[in-house]
């Protein structure tokens, strides 16, 4: 079984940074794909940013694109989410998830197998 752990939420003001760490404990494979998501109060969980575990590629909302940077760090195990340039909408609960999806839309939350608890993103 993996369990991931989110960090690195907090409060800004708009237009500052952060970067928000997923530490997967546990085997995890080589094929996964790994991801963000945030979901606000009222709204829907949405994806924010993947990487591919096969080839590390990249995918991202439009709503990040240019501002948020999704990257892994494979010898420690760990996901993390570059946020620059952020904004009152920015504002949510953030999840990291991994799990293979074979070719199932990297948006979609419950494909992941394996998902956060979360950490709180607040830009006022």
């Known amino acids: 079984e993996v369990q991931l752990v989110e960090s690195g939420g907090g409060s800004v003001q708009a237009g500052g940074s952060l970067r928000l760490s997923c530490a997967a404990e546990?085997?995890?494979?080589?094929?996964?794909?790994w991801a963000w998501f945030r979901q606000a109060p009222g709204k829907e969980r949405e994806g924010v940013a993947a990487i591919a575990g096969g080839d590390g590629s990249t995918y991202y909302a439009d709503s990040v694109k240019g501002r948020f940077t999704v990257s892994r760090d494979n010898a420690k195990n760990t996901l993390y989410l570059q946020m620059n340039g952020l904004k009152a909408e920015d504002t949510a609960m953030y999840y990291c998830?991994?799990?293979?999806?074979?070719?199932?839309?990297?948006?979609?939350?419950?494909?992941?197998?394996?998902r956060g608890q979360g950490t709180q993103v607040t830009v006022s």
């Open positions: 998830a991994a799990g293979r999806l074979r070719g199932k839309d990297w948006r979609l939350p419950h494909e992941y197998r394996y």
């Open positions: 546990g085997y995890t494979s080589g094929d996964y794909c």
